[in-house]
């Protein structure tokens, strides 16, 4: 069965620094990727996507995200966070042509400013 | 553009009494829809999903149960909650382009306390 790992529960960084969020799937086949945030009072939304092509893609807010097949992974970076990145980011995987998306557990960010 | 909406969004509920959520989806017709449930600490867990109109599949056994009546509406439903129900409960649907499926989206949620 598919499964997705969050390596982190809660990160607390300062503002302007670097972020990175592990995120390693179980699946073999070909995979869609996900991360979605969902900030403070708001409902979880899109934060960007890898479907096929170029592993390194880049989503809303300066986020990017790489996937390294070999490693299973599909990791969240921005070079420079800020105050209102505050928010539970979930990696989500789904078997390409499947209908469940799998979660993982979330990693809530907090930046103090 | 594509709207979906969940009601209510807070429930308060003894345990032993009925539930019923709803979901509705506005601006597409057929979408795959989905029940899952947040709990802290554990993400999302997939409950329900359905693709078409009384096609319901359960990831989860449990005390919980869907039901897909028209195109656009998923309810879920149970006739004895229990304390460990409570917990915030997602609709989703499933944007699709031709064969490829894509993300999710989500509505605001309903936020069920069992007492």
């Known amino acids: 069965a598919q499964s997705v790992s969050q390596h982190n529960h809660h990160v607390i960084l300062s503002e302007a620094a670097s972020l990175e969020l592990g995120c390693n799937y179980s699946?073999?086949?070909?995979?869609?990727l996900f991360w979605y945030v969902q900030y403070p009072g708001q409902h979880l939304q899109l934060l960007l996507k890898?479907?096929?092509?170029?592993?390194l893609v880049k989503g809303i807010k300066g986020f990017e995200a790489e996937f390294i097949k070999s490693k299973f992974s599909f990791n969240l970076r921005k070079p420079s966070v800020q105050w209102s990145d505050t928010a539970e980011y979930f990696c989500?995987?789904?078997?390409?042509?499947?209908?469940?998306?799998?979660f993982g557990a979330g990693t809530r960010l907090f930046v103090k400013a | 553009s594509q709207t979906i909406h969940q009601w209510p969004a807070t429930l308060v509920q003894p345990v032993g009494s009925p539930l019923s959520l709803e979901c509705t989806v506005e601006?597409?017709?057929?979408?795959?829809l989905y029940w899952y449930r947040q709990a802290a600490g554990r993400g999302l867990q997939l409950l329900f999903y359905?693709?078409?109109?009384?096609?319901i599949s359960s990831e989860v056994p449990q005390n919980l149960s869907a039901s897909r009546p028209q195109d656009r509406q998923f309810i879920l439903s149970s006739k004895k909650l229990l304390l460990s129900d409570s917990g915030f409960y997602l609709c989703?649907?499933?944007?699709?382009?031709?064969?490829?499926?894509?993300?999710?989206?989500f509505g605001e949620g309903s936020r069920l306390t069992v007492l």
């Open positions: 699946y073999g086949g070909t995979v869609n």
């Open positions: 359905s693709v078409g109109i009384g096609q």
């Open positions: 890898y479907f096929s092509g170029d592993p």
């Open positions: 601006g597409t017709s057929n979408p795959n």
């Open positions: 989500a995987v789904n078997r390409a042509g499947g209908f469940k998306t799998i």
């Open positions: 989703a649907w499933l944007r699709t382009s031709g064969r490829v499926l894509g993300e999710l989206f």
